[in-house]
């Protein structure tokens, strides 16, 4: 039952597509990315992906205006940006064995694009006006007491009731499938809260986002007081209840990356003593102290807690130099190289490298399928993306906060645990930054 409600409010979101603002259109793509992201629509020809549904019902419906939002990208650095990532992506074509059929090819273009690097066209292009993000964030709210609702069951339970119920009917290949329809965790000795995501690093990630997001809406007075703190609460919930050191700790970087530079240096400094005041007090509580003793634990080398650490990086960066070693250390092994070949798509235990341990960081697998070049053009939109909101910061203050902290807590989270389902939503939100700032840019000028 749960299951057809999701295909039927996936199916209800791309209707509406054609029926309301275009603001409210990016507030039901984060919306879908939120809730529904492991939801899969049948009968669909293109594929049953629902972010992929809904950004194809956005774009059809935005048909009459597609020659004007393809004019507002060219004489925009979002339209180069974008032409930088598709001639990386041309060039991965070229050397990449696995792409040689129309089916790899739709495939790629579809994960890397449509519901990837495209995101920051269709934020760009549907929002006119800063005060755009007022539905969008009154949008988010409702998923997100949703998504708590559905993350408590889990905590209580034990188990991911919502995955459990859309994995029900699928085929089961892969172990980790098996364990969350069984509901036990990835890792014997970390319990997980998943709430609607597959991964519950995406389910933290998505919290520490919208924290953000409503932290800014709260500085613009977009949000209302009582509904930024019910929504600080229930992201505070799930980036604690996920159960991934990379998430508290992004969510800390974040954090002071926002205060910097949304206060004055005095401000500043009140927050932080109380902050460091407050945390040394609630050190007392064993469960904080056990949440930042395992955070800890990241950065050292001979950690014994289940998951990354600092030795375990730097084996997976030189067991990735060591395949792209000689003439392939420029263009890598071909994209979909580590789940093919090595086995990690399929759970082939004889093809896996021990060294790799999943390959946990965005620009390790750039490195490995797509060399040198590869990992250039990923450093040059993202640092241009960042340069670009910086140089809004002379016009507004709190825009750029708002670049500058989503920026800075997807590039730490993907290069720590790996990109996973963070580019769609990130780039969502920085293509609402850009767009604001051109408006503010030309309103002041």
Not at 1 to 22: D, E, N, P, T
Not at 301 to 314: A, F, H, P, Q, V
Not at 361 to 387: C, D, H, K, P, Q
Request: charged letters at 15%.
């Amino acid at each position: 039952m749960l299951k057809l409600l999701c295909i039927l409010s996936v199916v209800a979101i791309g209707v509406l597509m054609f029926f309301v603002k275009r603001q409210v259109k990016v507030g039901l793509l984060l919306l879908t990315a939120m809730l529904f992201s492991n939801v899969e629509v049948p009968f669909i020809p293109f594929g049953s992906n629902s972010v992929l549904l809904a950004s194809v019902c956005m774009i059809f419906s935005e048909l009459p205006r597609l020659g004007r939002y393809f004019k507002l990208s060219v004489h925009t650095p979002v339209g180069k940006l974008l032409l930088l990532v598709l001639a990386g992506g041309l060039v991965c074509c070229i050397f990449s064995p696995h792409l040689g059929t129309f089916s790899e090819l739709k495939n790629f273009f579809i994960s890397e694009y449509m519901v990837k690097y495209f995101a920051l066209a269709y934020s760009f292009c549907l929002i006119r006006h800063p005060k755009d993000l007022r539905p969008i964030l009154r949008i988010l709210f409702y998923g997100l007491l949703i998504m708590t609702f559905f993350a408590i069951i889990d905590l209580v339970t034990g188990s991911p009731i919502y995955i459990k119920e859309l994995m029900k009917s699928n085929a089961i290949s892969d172990e980790r499938v098996y364990d969350i329809v069984a509901g036990y965790s990835l890792f014997i000795n970390r319990s997980y809260v998943r709430s609607t995501f597959y991964l519950p690093h995406d389910y933290g990630y998505f919290c520490c986002l919208v924290l953000t997001l409503m932290s800014f809406g709260f500085k613009t007075r977009l949000i209302e007081k009582n509904r930024y703190l019910i929504s600080v609460l229930c992201c505070l919930f799930g980036i604690f209840s996920c159960g991934c050191r990379t998430v508290i700790f992004c969510t800390l970087i974040g954090a002071i990356c926002f205060l910097l530079a949304t206060t004055s240096r005095k401000e500043f400094l009140r927050v932080l003593s109380i902050s460091c005041i407050s945390a040394i007090l609630l050190m007392c509580l064993p469960f904080v102290r056990n949440t930042f003793s395992k955070m800890m634990t990241m950065f050292s080398t001979s950690s014994k807690i289940e998951g990354s650490s600092l030795t375990m990086r730097m084996d997976q960066y030189s067991t990735v130099l060591d395949y792209v070693d000689g003439q392939q250390i420029f263009f890598g092994k071909g994209y979909n190289f580590f789940n093919i070949d090595m086995g990690w798509g399929d759970n082939d235990k004889s093809l896996m490298d021990s060294d790799l341990k999943g390959l946990e960081g965005v620009m390790m697998n750039l490195t490995l399928e797509r060399g040198i070049f590869g990992a250039f053009i990923y450093i040059a939109f993202y640092i241009s993306l960042l340069v670009l909101i910086i140089r809004y910061k002379k016009y507004s203050r709190k825009l750029a906060a708002l670049g500058m902290t989503v920026l800075t807590i997807y590039l730490l989270f993907a290069n720590m645990t790996g990109e996973l389902s963070s580019a769609f939503p990130t780039l969502i939100v920085i293509g609402y930054v850009l767009k604001s700032g051109y408006f503010v840019r030309r309103y002041n000028a």
